[in-house]
């Protein structure tokens, strides 16, 4: 079965530019999550999504970060405008629905560079 | 908010030491997650513990969970060069357990 798959793999853009980063949850998972991965900061939530709604953004940095999931099968996350301190490596999973938590599936990340 | 205290930060072995790294929590958990990270590689999901004291084994990987569920340990017995990675432990936060605060991780390296 096909893993989370994140795209571009790789971002390099200069400042002030719009980024946007794709993914595409493991078929059937309920939850998808969008994380931030910085050497300081460690492996932050940003985002998740139940259904393809909204659950909790309270990880979203700022105003210039949003989130969209138009279907099951796709989710965006965009940055606009980019500033140097967003080069990072986001990773999206997704998990089934269970009581005590899930797993969750992590694809393989967008390693962002802003110039 | 939740936090989870996750030591040592690095851990350097000969291969066929052990390993162990510990996650704290200030709060009861519900559940705990272990997961480990190759260099250049994604989070991959290693285990759930869910009862006070539960002790799961997967191979050479042993953890546990406290009989407080305030915190855990990853233990892992005679480590290969495969074992190189990140480890990190993840709980729950703000009522809900799809909401993860991940540790900072253990980087654990092997001299073969």
């Known amino acids: 079965d096909a893993g989370v798959i994140q795209s571009p793999r790789h971002e390099v853009t200069e400042m002030g530019q719009e980024v946007t980063l794709r993914c595409k949850p493991i078929s059937g998972h309920d939850y998808l999550f969008w994380y931030r991965q910085t050497m300081m900061r460690g492996l932050e939530l940003l985002i998740y999504?139940?259904?393809?709604?909204?659950?909790?953004d309270s990880g979203m940095p700022e105003d210039r970060f949003s989130a969209k999931m138009p279907n099951a099968s796709f989710s965006t996350l965009k940055i606009q405008p980019s500033e140097p301190r967003d080069s990072a490596v986001y990773f999206c999973?997704?998990?089934?629905?269970?009581?005590?938590?899930?797993?969750?599936?992590f694809g393989d990340g967008t390693r962002l560079s802003i110039l | 908010g939740q936090q989870v205290m996750q030591i040592p930060q690095y851990q350097h072995v000969q291969e066929g030491e052990d390993f162990t790294t510990y996650c704290n929590s200030s709060?009861?958990?519900?559940?705990i997650q272990w997961y480990k990270q190759r260099p250049g590689g994604h989070p991959v999901f290693l285990i759930q513990?869910?009862?006070?004291?539960e002790v799961k084994k997967q191979k050479r990987l042993t953890f546990q969970f406290g009989e407080a569920k305030k915190n855990s340990s990853l233990h892992i017995t005679a480590t290969q060069t495969t074992d190189v990675g990140t480890y990190f432990c993840?709980?729950?936060?703000?009522?809900?357990?799809?909401?993860?605060?991940f540790g900072k991780g253990t980087l654990l390296t092997v001299n073969p």
């Open positions: 999504f139940n259904n393809n709604v909204p659950i909790d």
């Open positions: 709060t009861t958990l519900s559940n």
């Open positions: 999973a997704s998990s089934l629905a269970g009581g005590a938590g899930q797993p969750q599936h």
């Open positions: 993840a709980i729950p936060r703000g009522g809900s357990n799809y909401k993860l605060t």
């Open positions: 513990l869910v009862k006070s004291g």
